[in-house]
């Protein structure tokens, strides 16, 4: 239920609703109707019992109980048969017409109750006036008959109104819910690079309004937050690469100079690795920078992602020469996707460096990529090592974070935040799927949208 | 050979003057987008370093306007954002090269040297230099005649090299153009490439082609 578009949700909810008020009605009026028909029944009993009791007080002389034809003389006549038991007070039976039913007859308290003859029921009323005690009952086949033609009714007409009702509230759904369908489909179109937009607002000042009014305000915002971060992402690149730049080309003359001192040639280039290193920073900052503000630019274009991850393997081979590390790929023929090639460089050799520096000598590391049956592709990235924390498994994307908390290890700690960025920017995800003292595994999958 | 260097902050301008006098290139120098159209309109220049955020008219404006006008001198952008975007769309105004800042000196003046001599690049798909030949299509190289297995990067590089002979590239300058890569790999990726494919090509001849150009980079070509 709770995927389903409001329009079903709103049909569904309202059919249910009136076919349980129908179905409860209905139920309510057969049970009413068929009270209200005993009771007809009951006062029709009684007053047959009085004119019994009438009768017998007139003819008392004359009236022979062990005579049928006496004692049917003076019984009621009606439309339909009775069950007719007259006894005397001391137990005597004076007249009975069926005695396939005597025994559970006799049981009755006086008053009027209802009886199960074994082919239907009955209600039996039992009388007494003087020393007679009439029991008087008549079929309730007919009321009954009658009520289950009523419930047909009910089980036919029913799911046709609830039919109906769906219908009705089907239009109405979709009617009242078409403007918030556009209203979606024109957010949708303000993406990061179309926030100049705004949605149409309706003339109506009903809530459909309002909500346009709203998103337009927040969108309001939205670009002029949107605006604050390129400004800065552009404003700081140009600030601090200028300095940068004239850090780096100014070393480097000194570096050249003739008449800098043997001496002094260390610590300058040692001046010129840090200034490098800052470059590398300042770089990754930029494009998380970038990355925050939602304005990564891709490159896209088909190719074939196995010999990209080829590729990288070959560079990590080199990486991981000196350290005697095993790199084995498993890659399927071909694995044509629509990436930035430059950027799942990055992102693999960003995984490929952490499954090279926290691998142990002798280790191995395991490239493999595959199509997943939804269409999506996976890259693993796995290598053998101590691996990782799993306290510290939560926190490894983010900003400078380093397993050993310290800068023991080289780099920068924003090469995992980076390949996650730029997974995420394909529309993909990068997950660490497994960490333990024998493989670290980390899963690139990027959306069925790159597969080619 | 005549540069232009457009370049608005006045410090990198002066290392630029300074460095490229050094090599012995004469120099001009302006300061914002305006001048830099003029100057590349009025004088014919061997080459022209544009930065591309500079005040007034911006780097890349600048670029298409003069390249509307049939100006086709050389021109080599520097970036400080160095985003790909970016870096697509200078090369599609019509730039020959594109470099981030910060960059290194040295590979600015082999990236100068490279673009002043852009006849080199051809798109033959049959490649040789003396006794090495390259087939690009089937994926074949030679040299005297006997067969030689490339890997993926190894064909790369020497099909690059193969294109710009005599041309020395930087190590920087090698991973953008053959690797794609425009970021810090932080690693010595190029010289293990470099060492693998000279073991491959010339190892076992007398005349070296695959040449280190200290403190510069890599060329292919004849010795010196």
């Known amino acids: 239920m709770r995927g389903l578009p409001l329009g079903v949700k709103l049909t569904a909810w309202s059919a249910l609703a009136v076919g349980m008020a129908l ?115 008549a079929a309730l086949n007919e009321i009954n008959s009658d009520n289950s033609e009523l419930l047909k009714g009910l089980i036919v007409g029913l799911p046709l109104l609830i039919l109906t009702v769906a219908g009705g509230g089907w239009w109405l759904a979709r009617k009242a819910l078409a403007p918030v369908g556009k209203i979606t489909a024109a957010t949708e179109r303000i993406t990061a690079l179309h926030l100049d937009q705004r949605l149409p607002v309706p003339a109506t000042r009903d809530e459909i309004g309002r909500l346009a009014l709203v998103l337009n305000a927040m969108f309001d915002r939205l670009q002029k937050s949107f605006h604050q971060a390129t400004r800065f992402s552009a404003d700081a690149s140009h600030e601090l690469k200028t300095p940068l730049t004239i850090l780096r080309i100014g070393i480097e003359d000194l570096l050249d100079s003739p008449t800098l001192q043997a001496a002094d040639q260390r610590a300058v280039a040692a001046l010129l690795e840090q200034t490098r290193r800052l470059s590398s920073i300042t770089d990754g900052l930029l494009l998380l920078s970038l990355a925050d503000a939602g304005r990564l630019k891709l490159d896209l274009a088909e190719s074939d992602v196995c010999d990209i991850i080829a590729g990288c393997a070959e560079d990590a081979s080199i990486m991981a020469d000196t350290r005697q590390i095993e790199i084995e790929t498993r890659l399927p023929e071909r694995l044509s996707g629509i990436v930035d090639t430059g950027r799942l460089t990055q992102i693999l050799l960003n995984l490929l460096d952490n499954a090279v520096k926290y691998n142990l000598p002798g280790g191995k590391i395991r490239l493999s990529a595959e199509r997943n049956t939804d269409g999506s592709l996976l890259i693993r990235v796995a290598n053998t090592g101590t691996g990782i924390p799993s306290e510290k498994a939560g926190e490894i994307f983010s900003r400078f974070f380093r397993v050993n908390g310290d800068a023991s290890t080289e780099g920068h700690g924003l090469g995992l935040n980076i390949a996650h960025e730029l997974t995420r920017a394909h529309g993909g995800e990068l997950t660490l799927e497994q960490s333990d003292e024998t493989w670290t595994v980390f899963a690139v999958r990027l959306p069925e949208a790159c597969a080619a | 050979m005549r540069i232009l260097v457009a370049e608005d902050e006045k410090k990198i301008a002066g290392f630029l003057r300074k460095a490229l006098r050094e090599a012995s290139y004469a120099v001009d120098e302006v300061f914002d987008g305006e001048a830099a159209l003029e100057s590349a309109i009025s004088t014919p220049y061997d080459a022209i370093i544009l930065d591309v955020m500079m005040p007034g008219r911006d780097g890349l404006s ?109 190590r920087t300058s090698l991973c953008e153009h053959v690797w794609d890569y425009h970021f810090d790999t932080g690693t010595n990726v190029v010289d293990v490439y470099i060492q693998r494919l000279r073991r491959k090509i010339d190892d076992e001849h007398e005349l070296k082609l695959l040449h280190t150009v200290r403190g510069v980079g890599y060329k292919l070509g004849f010795p010196a």
């Open chain 1, 23 to 137: 179905l409860i009605c209905g139920v309510g009026a057969v049970l009413f109707i068929q009270r209200e028909q005993i009771e007809a029944l009951d006062d029709q009993l009684r007053n047959e019992a009085h004119t019994f009791f009438g009768e017998v007080d007139r003819a008392a002389d004359r009236v022979n109980w062990s005579r049928h034809s006496d004692v049917k003389s003076i019984l009621p006549v009606t439309r339909t048969e009775r069950l007719v038991r007259i006894i005397q007070s001391d137990g005597h039976i004076l007249y009975e017409n069926r005695r396939s039913h005597a025994q559970r007859v006799g049981e009755l308290p006086s008053g009027m109750s209802t009886l199960d003859t074994g082919a239907g029921t009955m209600r039996v009323g039992v009388f007494k006036s003087g020393h007679l005690t009439l029991y008087l009952g």
């Open chain 2, 62 to 170: 600048v670029l298409k306007l003069m390249r509307a006008q049939r100006i086709d001198t050389p021109v080599l952008l520097l970036t400080a954002r160095g985003e790909v975007s970016e870096r697509i769309e200078g090369l599609e105004l019509g730039a020959d090269d594109y470099m981030a800042k910060p960059f290194s000196m040295r590979e600015l003046l082999a990236r100068v040297s490279a673009i002043t001599r852009r006849a080199a690049a051809t798109r033959s798909t049959l490649l040789k230099m003396d006794d090495l030949m390259m087939n690009v299509l089937s994926r074949e190289v030679s040299r005297t005649g006997k067969p030689i297995h490339l890997t993926l990067r190894e064909f790369s590089l020497l099909e690059f090299l193969m294109r710009t002979p005599e041309t020395v590239h930087s």
